[in-house]
């Protein structure tokens, strides 16, 4: 597609219930990356995939998030047990590779998640 | 623990008045990069800055990076109102590290 491709664009989850947001990214894209962004704050890293290989996964938070990119195009961010803490804008970026090759990073429009 | 720093975090102002955010990290990326973000969407990049004493123009905007390669102002001339927005810092090292960004609002 013309861009990253986030779904859902908000979601409202009990306290406790597992969720999972789906990333598609640019087509061809390699690296694909997953942020949590707290209102009034900057994106934080998360996690980041080479094709289907998870190189880099030391900003989970915890062990109830877990990411996979099973066939190095789409990618899902699950979270499992969710908490009140866990509520925020989850947003996914893709580049052709990274650093100064990388050619730019295009984010998504985000998951707003709400946990109640 | 924030590796950049933004100041200032709010800044209004009238239209065609001028503006400067600031960027400080305390450490050196492969490259620092400017974002814009909209409510309800993701950051889009605006410039990428990548030599010391680098400054790139982009229509009324003006990014300057500094020599040491650690801080970075956004200048923006003739403000519209479509340059409201929160604008974003951030160091790449393979993934982005963002500061908290400056929220810019721009009256008519």
């Known amino acids: 597609g013309a861009g990253v491709s986030q779904s859902p664009r908000y979601k409202v989850a009990k306290r406790g219930q597992d969720v999972a947001l789906r990333c598609d990214p640019i087509?061809?894209?390699?690296?694909l990356f997953w942020y949590q962004q707290a209102l009034g704050q900057g994106p934080e890293f998360l996690t980041y995939?080479?094709?289907?290989?998870?190189?880099?996964k030391s900003g989970l938070p915890s062990d109830r998030f877990f990411a996979e990119r099973p066939e190095g195009s789409v990618s899902t961010l699950k979270i499992q047990r969710t908490q009140q803490e866990d509520s925020a804008v989850y947003l996914c970026?893709?580049?052709?590779?990274?650093?100064?090759?990388?050619?730019?990073?295009?984010f998504g429009s985000g998951t707003r998640l709400t946990v109640v | 623990t924030q590796l950049l720093e933004q100041s200032p975090q709010f800044l209004s102002i009238q239209e065609g008045e001028n503006l400067t955010v600031y960027c400080n990290s305390s450490?050196?990326?492969?490259?620092l990069q400017w974002y814009r973000q909209e409510p309800g969407e993701g950051p889009v990049l605006l410039v990428t800055?990548?030599?010391?004493?680098e400054v790139k123009k982009l229509k009324r905007l003006t990014f300057q990076f500094g020599d040491a390669r650690k801080d970075s102002s956004l200048h923006i001339t003739a403000a519209q109102t479509g340059d409201t927005g929160l604008y974003l810092c951030?160091?790449?090292?393979?993934?982005?590290?963002f500061g908290a960004g400056t929220t810019v609002t721009v009256r008519a």
């Open positions: 970026a893709s580049s052709f590779s990274t650093g100064l090759t990388s050619g730019g990073y295009t």
């Open positions: 995939f080479q094709n289907e290989a998870q190189l880099d």
């Open positions: 800055v990548v030599t010391g004493g």
């Open positions: 087509s061809g894209h390699v690296s």
């Open positions: 951030a160091g790449d090292d393979y993934k982005l590290s």
């Open positions: 450490s050196v990326f492969s490259s």
